[in-house]
Nanobody, 124 residues
Framework: QLTLVESGGGSVRPGGSLRLSCAGAEFTLDYYNVGWFRQAPGKEREAISCIMATDDTTQYADSVKGRFTTARDSAGTTVTLQMNDLKLEDTAVYYC?????????????????WGKGTLVTVSS
């Protein structure tokens, strides 16, 4: 079982920014579609972004479109989620996950590996 590690969570006021990072502990991410997901207390897990392995095309949930940006570094080792204009409702545990593009093609519906999550708290 391979491991993903998220970092960069924390507390911020509404309107603030945070940047999350996701890295594979034993592998690089360049052949994987990488998604960011979040789960708020009492709510179901929500898929919020996906970056494709083939060409780094990105997709976003409507709830974060225009505020969040996901990107892969040139070495393929890290995928980031830049979160701007954070709102109270963005408070959640954020997870990254990776799915083999070879097996599944484009998209983040099928993920092979998950991180343990990092907490983002937006409060005034």
């Amino acid at each position: 079982q391979l491991t993903l590690v998220e970092s960069g969570g924390g507390s911020v006021r509404p309107g603030g920014s945070l940047r999350l990072s996701c890295a594979g502990a034993e592998f690089t991410l360049d052949y994987y579609n990488v998604g960011w997901f979040r789960q708020a207390p009492g709510k179901e897990r929500e898929a919020i972004s996906c970056i494709m392995a083939t060409d780094d095309t990105t997709q976003y949930a409507d709830s974060v479109k225009g505020r969040f940006t996901t990107a892969r570094d040139s070495a393929g080792t890290t995928v980031t989620l830049q979160m701007n204009d954070l709102k109270l409702e963005d408070t959640a545990v954020y997870y990254c996950a990776a799915g083999s593009a070879t097996h599944y093609g484009d998209g983040c519906d099928d993920m092979d590996f998950w991180g343990k999550g990092t907490l983002v708290t937006v409060s005034s």
